[in-house]
């Protein structure tokens, strides 16, 4: 297939302002630029890692409908991967986050290759196991430090100018990097790729029919989805500066599902809202220790039984336009 | 919840492991009939993705309530009188309740099989998987036949639990920890076989062990490795039929 280059990226003359998701796109960057002033910024900028880890997560369950259960791998292993990086080879923080993401996307390719043989639950199924692998992985390799974790990683000073440290800074990376992401994953979901994606969601078999190479279709979005997960874990390293075994722990592929689920599934701005409820929410809860746990599962439940279409899914319903 | 069951039982009101070994599955497959009618069903008309993700929900309910009301670290549970003690088989020796857990889990794997695959209620299950509403069509009640198969699993899970508990201890996260070994090997069994399943059980527990001898390091993987060459080789399982 020879593809013109405007076509494959979806460029179109129409006008895009004054459209929904334009505006909504508005209010989320006025808020995230405005936040700091109200809220502590380390608490805004883990909403912003985990919201980039659940958009990415979403392009794969939302708009391809494969539900990955072991997606923590890669944002745990690039988190580690950077941090060794940024500390044990003195990288500046940029290539060390390139590093990071280019380990996900690597792991990615692996497990994409060998988890797509198979679909629905069995998908979830080996996504889960490989990344449990990884988790043991992670426990025993020498660089990882077991249960200590990567301790300390020095935030550095971006392209050697910039120095990372101060708050300001970090925050505008951080948001930066958040929204190029965020619009990356618009345009892949916008594009023609996207528009595959979607028909082997409604009907895998229709689409193998119609000629679409199914398989190398799934195993890119895989490995996009893997790659930006990466990137959100490598970010989200360098801002704790530390890379630990709970982020690469099966219980932080859950809260991503659960993210996604609560925010909206296959919505653009569904993650985004539901990772910032689910950490709000473990904000709040965090002192009543295991309760946590109970209040997510209870929040799964009910999001499966009684509201499947999550914050912003029914927000769209409402309105009428796909947000 | 069968481990949890079984030691509650003995506990709080003093019933030992052979009453048990009935008295936890029948109560946990209830429960589990319990889930499947109120809010398992509402969701069979969706994809099974749903499903998948509202048992994760309840299993993070039960593990967070059990972790609330008794830590998470495990509790010991004895082994019953009878089985303690080692037995010499000549060429290693083996202990009693190991001995007896093989024994009572090799005896309950055949059963199944042999439910499934040879007797009327089991080809009237497996049509019923292959075909719903034709089964319906002859008067079967198939939603009662979805329960009670559901309640039956639950219950075999819980009856793992209960012999598991004295081996290992009784904690909210060993089932947690397990599952995910058993994916494994239903993925490398292949899905809707049972002999499959049985027969890569007892493989890998073997391989595990084996492995846990000779290069501990790698014992957590192995099984995980030996899925992905399974995968390459033949995506369906050792037993799973094409599909």
Same mark, same amino acid.
């Given at each position: &297939?020879? =593809?013109?280059?405007?076509?494959?990226?979806?460029?179109?003359?129409?006008?895009?302002?004054?459209?929904?998701?334009?505006?909504?796109?508005? &209010?989320?960057?006025?808020?995230?630029?405005?936040?700091?002033?109200?809220?502590?910024?380390?608490?805004?900028?883990?909403?912003?890692?985990?919201?980039?880890?659940?958009?990415?997560?979403?392009?794969?369950?939302?708009?391809?409908?494969?539900?990955?259960?072991?997606?923590?791998?890669?944002?745990?292993?690039?988190?580690?991967?950077?941090? /060794?990086?940024?500390?044990?080879?003195?990288?500046?923080?940029?290539?060390?986050?390139?590093?990071?993401?280019?380990?996900?996307?690597?792991?990615?390719?692996?497990?994409?290759?060998?988890?797509?043989?198979?679909?629905?639950?069995?998908?979830?199924?080996?996504?889960?196991?490989?990344?449990?692998?990884?988790?043991?992985?992670?426990?025993?390799?020498?660089?990882? /430090?077991?249960?200590?974790?990567?301790?300390?990683?020095?935030?550095?000073?971006?392209?050697?100018?910039?120095?990372?440290? @101060?708050?300001?800074?970090?925050?505008?990376?951080? !948001?930066?990097?958040?929204?190029?992401?965020?619009?990356?994953?618009?345009?892949?979901? /916008?594009?023609?790729?996207?528009?595959?994606?979607?028909?082997?969601?409604?009907?895998?078999?229709?689409?193998?029919?119609?000629?679409?190479?199914?398989?190398?279709?799934?195993?890119?979005?895989?490995?996009?989805?893997?790659?930006?997960?990466? !990137?959100?874990?490598?970010?989200?390293?360098?801002?704790?500066?530390?890379?630990?075994?709970?982020?690469?722990?099966?219980?932080?592929?859950?809260?991503?599902?659960?993210?996604?689920?609560?925010?909206?599934?296959?919505? *653009?701005?569904?993650? &985004?809202?539901?990772?910032?409820?689910? *950490?709000?929410?473990?904000?709040?809860?965090?002192?009543?220790?295991? =309760?946590?746990? &109970?209040?997510?599962?209870?929040?799964?439940?009910?999001?499966?039984?009684?509201?499947?279409?999550?914050?912003?899914?029914?927000?769209? @319903?409402?309105? /009428?336009?796909?947000? | 919840?069968?481990?949890?069951?079984? $030691?509650?039982?003995?506990?709080?009101?003093?019933?030992?492991?052979?009453?048990?070994?009935?008295?936890?599955?029948?109560?946990?497959?209830?429960?589990?009939?319990?889930?499947?009618?109120?809010?398992?069903?509402?969701?069979?008309?969706?994809?099974?993705?749903?499903?998948?993700?509202?048992?994760?929900?309840?299993?993070?309910?039960?593990?967070?309530?059990?972790?609330?009301?008794?830590?998470?670290?495990?509790?010991?549970?004895?082994?019953?009188?009878?089985?303690?003690?080692?037995?010499?088989?000549?060429?290693?020796?083996?202990?009693?309740?190991?001995?007896?857990?093989?024994?009572?889990?090799?005896?309950?794997?055949?059963?199944? $099989?042999?439910?499934?695959?040879?007797?009327?209620?089991?080809?009237?299950?497996?049509?019923?998987?292959?075909?719903?509403?034709?089964?319906?069509?002859?008067?079967?009640?198939?939603?009662?036949?979805?329960?009670?198969?559901?309640?039956?699993?639950?219950?075999?899970?819980?009856?793992?639990?209960? #012999?598991?508990?004295?081996?290992?201890?009784?904690?909210?996260? #060993?089932?947690?920890?397990?599952?995910?070994?058993?994916?494994?090997?239903?993925?490398?069994?292949? #899905?809707?076989?049972?002999?499959?399943?049985?027969?890569?059980?007892?493989?890998?527990?073997?391989?595990?062990?084996?492995?846990?001898?000779?290069?501990?390091?790698?014992?957590?993987?192995?099984?995980?490795?030996?899925?992905?060459?399974?995968?390459?080789?033949?995506?369906?399982?050792?037993?799973?039929?094409?599909?």
């Amino acid at each position: &297939v020879i =593809w013109n280059f405007k076509e494959a990226i979806g460029f179109s003359a129409r006008p895009v302002l004054l459209t929904a998701p334009a505006a909504a796109f508005a &209010v989320m960057v006025l808020f995230f630029a405005a936040a700091p002033l109200f809220i502590y910024p380390v608490f805004l900028m883990q909403v912003l890692c985990f919201a980039l880890f659940a958009c990415a997560f979403n392009l794969l369950l939302g708009y391809v409908g494969l539900l990955s259960f072991g997606h923590a791998a890669f944002f745990g292993i690039a988190g580690y991967v950077c941090g /060794h990086a940024a500390k044990v080879w003195g990288l500046t923080p940029e290539l060390a986050i390139i590093v990071g993401s280019l380990a996900a996307i690597g792991l990615g390719i692996v497990i994409g290759a060998l988890a797509i043989r198979r679909q629905g639950i069995y998908f979830a199924m080996i996504t889960l196991a490989f990344a449990q692998m990884v988790y043991f992985y992670c426990v025993q390799a020498r660089f990882t /430090h077991g249960e200590d974790g990567i301790q300390g990683i020095p935030r550095g000073h971006l392209f050697g100018i910039v120095d990372l440290g @101060h708050m300001t800074a970090i925050y505008v990376v951080v !948001l930066a990097i958040f929204l190029a992401g965020f619009l990356l994953i618009y345009r892949i979901i /916008h594009s023609p790729f996207g528009q595959v994606l979607k028909a082997i969601r409604e009907n895998e078999a229709r689409a193998v029919s119609l000629g679409y190479a199914v398989d190398r279709y799934k195993l890119i979005a895989f490995v996009l989805s893997a790659g930006l997960s990466g !990137l959100a874990g490598a970010v989200d390293t360098l801002v704790f500066q530390l890379a630990a075994l709970t982020n690469v722990h099966w219980t932080m592929s859950g809260e991503v599902v659960l993210m996604t689920l609560v925010g909206g599934l296959g919505t *653009v701005f569904g993650p &985004v809202v539901g990772a910032m409820i689910v *950490v709000v929410m473990q904000q709040y809860l965090a002192e009543l220790g295991s =309760w946590v746990l &109970v209040a997510q599962g209870a929040v799964f439940v009910v999001c499966v039984l009684a509201f499947r279409r999550g914050v912003v899914g029914e927000l769209g @319903h409402r309105l /009428h336009t796909p947000l | 919840m069968g481990a949890f069951c079984a $030691w509650l039982l003995l506990t709080k009101r003093g019933i030992g492991y052979f009453p048990a070994l009935i008295i936890a599955p029948v109560a946990i497959a209830a429960f589990g009939m319990l889930i499947e009618r109120t809010m398992l069903r509402r969701l069979y008309q969706l994809d099974h993705l749903y499903g998948l993700l509202l048992t994760f929900g309840l299993a993070l309910i039960i593990q967070g309530i059990f972790q609330n009301a008794y830590g998470s670290s495990g509790q010991p549970y004895q082994i019953p009188p009878v089985l303690v003690g080692v037995t010499n088989l000549g060429f290693m020796y083996l202990p009693v309740y190991r001995g007896w857990v093989v024994v009572v889990s090799a005896i309950l794997c055949f059963g199944t $099989w042999f439910a499934i695959e040879r007797t009327r209620l089991g080809s009237t299950l497996r049509a019923a998987t292959e075909n719903p509403g034709l089964v319906q069509a002859f008067g079967i009640n198939v939603p009662r036949i979805v329960t009670l198969t559901y309640g039956f699993g639950v219950g075999l899970a819980a009856l793992a639990g209960v #012999m598991a508990a004295p081996i290992y201890q009784v904690s909210p996260l #060993m089932g947690a920890d397990l599952i995910i070994v058993v994916f494994a090997v239903v993925v490398i069994g292949g #899905m809707g076989s049972i002999m499959g399943s049985i027969l890569t059980g007892f493989a890998l527990g073997v391989i595990e062990g084996l492995t846990k001898v000779f290069y501990p390091e790698a014992s957590n993987t192995v099984i995980f490795i030996i899925m992905a060459i399974v995968l390459l080789l033949k995506p369906t399982g050792m037993f799973g039929k094409a599909r």
